[in-house]
Each structure stands twice: as structure tokens, then as C-alpha cells.
């Protein structure tokens, strides 16, 4: 069984100051791979950061910090609140994967240079089997160390290279649903 993690799909992930993005499409994706899951009764995990720093477009205390509508858990979906980009960090996210019973997960959202890497790293460490699926999440524009402009495609691009192989499996979602019905016909969840 594979749980869906969807990270920071809240209205804050949108403001502008954020600068220029990539993967514009990454959020119909997302919300086909919710539907999917949904029909299918497997696991949903919303991750949602919470920020301590007032000028962040996550701080609790302001509109940003909400879901977006369309990325509203259900009653019968997981919550995980965070304070740093890594979903493991200071949550219960690794007691739920076991409570739930999966040491698989499917990772989704932004950014995929910060929460997404930082997360997908924590699960290789941990032992868990985890896919990024890389048209499903976005990143924004970075100066690199040397203070070099990256656009969001190259970011994004790094990023996976970090995660593919080592930390996780890097896959697109038409990818990952050819593995999913793959794994049904055999009788897995």
C-alpha cells in the first residue's frame, strides 16, 4: 500500500513573493493522483507547514497558512503538521506510516528542492520505498551558492538527480499509475 503525502498545497505556496515557478500543471496532476487514491482507499497524508517566522507565507497567524480549497483533507485523511521543510522532523509522520502499515510513500507538492527533497531524503534514510513524482511537484527560482540566477526548471531538475537512485525513485505520474495497477492485479494495495 502506498500513502500519498501532498505537501504544502496551501494558499501561501501562490503568493508572489515567491518568485517565478515551474511545472505550472503540477497541481492537476496532484489532484488526479488525490482522486485516484481516493477511489481507491488508499492512504492520504496532508502535510502542512507551519512557520514560526511572521514574514513567511506559511505563518499560522495569516491566510497563506490555509489549504487550498481543492487540497482540503477529508475526514478520513492524515494531517501532518510541520515547522521545518523534512515532513519527519518533530511530527508523528514515521509512528503514522507505521500505524497505517506501509513503508511506502508517493510524494507530491513543493517545493522540490526544499520540502520535498528534504522529506524524500528522510524516508531513503529511514528505509522506506519512496517516489517523487516529478510532474506533480514545482520549485521556484534560485541563486545558486556563487550567487548564479537558476531558474525554477533547473532547480527542480537538481533536485531529482539528488533524490533518484539514492534517496527515492523518480518517476512521472503516468509512470507511477502503470506501477500502481501493476501492484492491483497482483492483489496489493
Partial sequence: MHALLIIDQQKGIDFPKLGSRNNHHAQVCM??????????????????HSSVEPDSAFWPKQQGYEFKPEFEPLDNEYLVIKTVPCAFTHSYLERLLQYIGTKSIVLVGASTNNSIEATARAAGNLGLNAFVVENACFTFDKRDYFGTLRCAHEV??????????????????????????????????
Fill in 31 to 48: 489532484l488526479e493522483l488525490l482522486g485516484v487514491w481516493r477511489e481507491r482507499a488508499y492512504p492520504v497524508i496532508h502535510v502542512k
Fill in 156 to 189: 527542480h531538475a537538481m533536485s531529482l538527480a539528488n533524490l533518484n537512485g539514492e534517496y527515492a525513485r523518480v518517476l512521472h505520474s503516468s509512470e507511477l499509475m502503470e506501477l500502481i495497477n501493476e501492484y492491483a492485479k497482483k492483489g496489493y494495495k
